[in-house]
Protein backbone atom coordinates (compact mmCIF):
# COMPACT_ATOMS: atom_id res chain seq x y z
CA UNK A 1 0.00 0.00 0.00
CA UNK A 2 1.12 3.40 -0.83
CA UNK A 3 -0.56 6.39 0.45
CA UNK A 4 -3.26 3.78 0.48
CA UNK A 5 -3.31 2.97 -2.54
CA UNK A 6 -3.09 -0.97 -3.91
CA UNK A 7 -0.16 -0.19 -6.95
CA UNK A 8 0.87 -1.94 -9.55
CA UNK A 9 3.58 -1.41 -11.72
CA UNK A 10 4.03 -2.75 -15.57
CA UNK A 11 7.13 -1.95 -16.89
CA UNK A 12 8.84 -2.98 -19.73
CA UNK A 13 11.70 -4.93 -17.55
CA UNK A 14 11.58 -6.41 -13.89
CA UNK A 15 10.98 -3.73 -11.72
CA UNK A 16 10.90 -3.93 -7.79
CA UNK A 17 9.74 -1.63 -5.57
CA UNK A 18 8.52 -1.64 -1.57
CA UNK A 19 4.74 -2.07 -1.29
CA UNK A 20 4.01 -2.42 -4.65
CA UNK A 21 3.33 -5.44 -7.57
CA UNK A 22 4.73 -5.36 -10.37
CA UNK A 23 4.34 -7.21 -14.07
CA UNK A 24 6.53 -7.19 -17.18
CA UNK A 25 4.33 -5.84 -19.74
CA UNK A 26 5.87 -3.39 -23.15
CA UNK A 27 3.30 -0.87 -23.39
CA UNK A 28 3.88 -0.66 -27.03
CA UNK A 29 2.48 -3.91 -28.42
CA UNK A 30 -1.63 -3.61 -27.30
CA UNK A 31 -1.88 -7.24 -26.76
CA UNK A 32 0.30 -6.92 -23.87
CA UNK A 33 -1.57 -4.01 -22.42
CA UNK A 34 -5.12 -6.16 -22.80
CA UNK A 35 -3.71 -9.06 -21.64
CA UNK A 36 -2.76 -7.74 -18.09
CA UNK A 37 -5.41 -5.30 -17.86
CA UNK A 38 -7.86 -8.44 -18.45
CA UNK A 39 -6.63 -10.37 -15.47
CA UNK A 40 -6.04 -7.45 -13.38
CA UNK A 41 -10.21 -6.71 -13.63
CA UNK A 42 -10.37 -10.37 -14.06
CA UNK A 43 -9.37 -10.36 -9.97
CA UNK A 44 -12.24 -8.14 -9.20
CA UNK A 45 -9.64 -5.23 -9.00
CA UNK A 46 -11.07 -1.94 -9.39
CA UNK A 47 -8.92 0.85 -11.00
CA UNK A 48 -9.15 4.37 -9.70
CA UNK A 49 -5.86 5.56 -10.91
CA UNK A 50 -3.70 5.23 -14.12
CA UNK A 51 -0.41 7.18 -14.17
CA UNK A 52 1.52 7.10 -17.38
CA UNK A 53 4.85 7.32 -17.08
CA UNK A 54 6.33 5.47 -19.06
CA UNK A 55 9.40 7.03 -20.90
CA UNK A 56 12.46 6.47 -23.00
CA UNK A 57 14.89 9.68 -23.99
CA UNK A 58 17.51 8.26 -26.70
CA UNK A 59 20.49 10.79 -26.54
CA UNK A 60 21.43 14.00 -27.27
CA UNK A 61 22.26 14.21 -30.91
CA UNK A 62 20.86 16.87 -33.74
CA UNK A 63 18.17 15.40 -35.42
CA UNK A 64 18.80 15.29 -39.35
CA UNK A 65 21.51 12.46 -38.06
CA UNK A 66 18.70 10.54 -36.02
CA UNK A 67 18.05 6.83 -36.80
CA UNK A 68 14.67 6.51 -37.55
CA UNK A 69 14.13 3.31 -35.77
CA UNK A 70 14.98 5.27 -32.54
CA UNK A 71 12.88 8.35 -32.74
CA UNK A 72 10.15 6.43 -33.89
CA UNK A 73 10.88 3.86 -30.67
CA UNK A 74 10.64 7.58 -28.47
CA UNK A 75 7.11 8.51 -30.09
CA UNK A 76 6.18 5.02 -29.39
CA UNK A 77 6.79 4.69 -25.61
CA UNK A 78 6.40 8.15 -24.65
CA UNK A 79 3.20 8.78 -27.08
CA UNK A 80 1.41 6.10 -28.63
CA UNK A 81 2.48 3.68 -25.34
CA UNK A 82 0.64 6.42 -23.13
CA UNK A 83 -2.25 6.77 -25.86
CA UNK A 84 -2.81 2.87 -25.81
CA UNK A 85 -2.78 2.45 -22.36
CA UNK A 86 -5.05 5.47 -21.69
CA UNK A 87 -7.84 3.91 -24.32
CA UNK A 88 -7.90 0.45 -22.80
CA UNK A 89 -8.40 1.90 -19.15
CA UNK A 90 -11.14 4.83 -19.84
CA UNK A 91 -14.27 1.75 -20.75
CA UNK A 92 -13.39 0.10 -17.30
CA UNK A 93 -12.81 3.64 -15.73
CA UNK A 94 -16.41 4.80 -17.63
CA UNK A 95 -17.97 1.26 -15.89
CA UNK A 96 -16.41 2.08 -12.46
CA UNK A 97 -18.12 5.75 -11.95
CA UNK A 98 -14.97 7.58 -12.42
CA UNK A 99 -11.11 8.14 -12.07
CA UNK A 100 -8.09 9.82 -12.43
CA UNK A 101 -5.20 10.03 -15.27
CA UNK A 102 -2.03 11.60 -14.63
CA UNK A 103 0.36 11.53 -17.70
CA UNK A 104 3.85 12.57 -17.33
CA UNK A 105 5.11 14.46 -19.75
CA UNK A 106 7.77 17.17 -20.03
CA UNK A 107 9.44 20.76 -19.75
CA UNK A 108 10.72 19.81 -22.86
CA UNK A 109 7.31 19.37 -24.50
CA UNK A 110 6.85 22.84 -23.52
CA UNK A 111 10.01 24.93 -24.72
CA UNK A 112 11.33 22.54 -27.65
CA UNK A 113 15.16 21.38 -26.70
CA UNK A 114 18.08 21.38 -29.43
CA UNK A 115 19.00 17.77 -29.39
CA UNK A 116 16.09 16.20 -28.15
CA UNK A 117 13.36 17.28 -31.26
CA UNK A 118 11.80 14.03 -31.22
CA UNK A 119 11.25 14.16 -27.55
CA UNK A 120 10.20 17.37 -27.41
CA UNK A 121 7.65 16.43 -30.01
CA UNK A 122 6.80 13.14 -27.90
CA UNK A 123 6.15 14.87 -24.66
CA UNK A 124 4.33 17.80 -26.84
CA UNK A 125 2.07 15.59 -28.00
CA UNK A 126 1.04 14.19 -24.44
CA UNK A 127 0.69 17.70 -23.25
CA UNK A 128 -2.06 18.11 -26.06
CA UNK A 129 -3.45 15.05 -25.26
CA UNK A 130 -3.89 15.61 -21.67
CA UNK A 131 -6.08 18.95 -22.50
CA UNK A 132 -7.78 17.48 -25.45
CA UNK A 133 -9.13 14.23 -23.67
CA UNK A 134 -9.69 16.17 -20.99
CA UNK A 135 -12.48 17.86 -22.31
CA UNK A 136 -14.03 14.39 -23.29
CA UNK A 137 -13.86 13.00 -19.96
CA UNK A 138 -14.87 15.04 -16.87
CA UNK A 139 -18.27 15.01 -17.52
CA UNK A 140 -17.85 11.50 -16.74
CA UNK A 141 -16.29 11.64 -12.88
CA UNK A 142 -12.55 10.73 -14.85
CA UNK A 143 -9.55 14.44 -14.00
CA UNK A 144 -7.12 14.04 -16.76
CA UNK A 145 -3.67 16.27 -15.61
CA UNK A 146 -0.20 16.34 -17.15
CA UNK A 147 2.64 16.70 -15.02
CA UNK A 148 5.71 18.33 -17.20
CA UNK A 149 9.05 18.08 -15.48
CA UNK A 150 12.17 19.67 -15.83
CA UNK A 151 15.55 17.53 -15.45
CA UNK A 152 14.95 14.91 -12.66
CA UNK A 153 17.68 12.94 -11.11
CA UNK A 154 17.04 9.76 -12.73
CA UNK A 155 19.37 7.22 -14.63
CA UNK A 156 17.16 8.12 -17.88
CA UNK A 157 18.95 12.08 -17.43
CA UNK A 158 22.12 10.93 -16.06
CA UNK A 159 23.07 9.24 -18.97
CA UNK A 160 22.46 11.97 -21.33
CA UNK A 161 26.28 12.33 -19.73
CA UNK A 162 27.66 14.44 -17.05
CA UNK A 163 28.70 17.44 -19.10
CA UNK A 164 24.74 17.34 -19.99
CA UNK A 165 23.82 17.42 -16.93
CA UNK A 166 25.89 20.20 -15.42
CA UNK A 167 24.65 22.36 -18.25
CA UNK A 168 20.75 21.59 -16.83
CA UNK A 169 22.17 22.40 -13.59
CA UNK A 170 23.41 25.67 -14.32
CA UNK A 171 20.31 26.50 -16.23
CA UNK A 172 18.00 26.17 -13.14
CA UNK A 173 17.50 28.82 -10.80
CA UNK A 174 17.85 26.70 -7.94
CA UNK A 175 20.97 25.21 -9.40
CA UNK A 176 20.12 21.31 -9.38
CA UNK A 177 18.02 18.31 -10.48
CA UNK A 178 14.79 17.76 -9.34
CA UNK A 179 13.68 14.71 -7.65
CA UNK A 180 11.97 11.70 -7.94
CA UNK A 181 10.31 12.37 -4.66
CA UNK A 182 9.35 15.69 -5.47
CA UNK A 183 7.68 14.56 -8.47
CA UNK A 184 5.81 11.78 -6.33
CA UNK A 185 4.64 13.97 -3.84
CA UNK A 186 2.80 16.59 -7.12
CA UNK A 187 1.23 13.25 -8.62
CA UNK A 188 0.20 11.67 -5.47
CA UNK A 189 -1.63 15.44 -4.79
CA UNK A 190 -3.32 14.97 -8.27
CA UNK A 191 -5.16 12.03 -7.39
CA UNK A 192 -6.42 13.74 -4.16
CA UNK A 193 -10.38 15.26 -3.33
CA UNK A 194 -7.84 18.61 -2.67
CA UNK A 195 -7.41 18.93 -6.87
CA UNK A 196 -10.75 17.85 -7.92
CA UNK A 197 -11.41 21.40 -9.70
CA UNK A 198 -8.18 20.43 -11.80
CA UNK A 199 -8.82 19.08 -15.26
CA UNK A 200 -6.92 19.40 -17.95
CA UNK A 201 -4.10 21.03 -16.48
CA UNK A 202 -0.24 20.95 -17.11
CA UNK A 203 2.18 21.46 -13.98
CA UNK A 204 5.83 22.23 -14.64
CA UNK A 205 8.73 21.10 -12.01
CA UNK A 206 11.46 22.72 -13.29
CA UNK A 207 12.74 24.40 -10.48
CA UNK A 208 12.24 27.70 -11.86
CA UNK A 209 13.33 26.97 -15.57
CA UNK A 210 10.02 27.10 -16.89
CA UNK A 211 9.73 30.24 -19.26
CA UNK A 212 6.24 30.44 -19.62
Known amino acids: ?94 RWGGGRIINLGSLAGKEGLAGLATYSAASAGVIAFTKALSREVVGHNIFVNCVAPGPIDTDMIRGLGAEAVETMIADSPMKRLGSVAEVAHLVAWLCTEASRFNAGAVFDMSGGRARY
Do not use: C, K
Open 1 to 94: MVSGARVLIWDATTASVEGAEAEIVDITRQDEIAASLTGVVDRGTRIDILINDAGYLGGLQAFEGHASGDWHRIIAVNLIGTMQVTQAMLPHMH
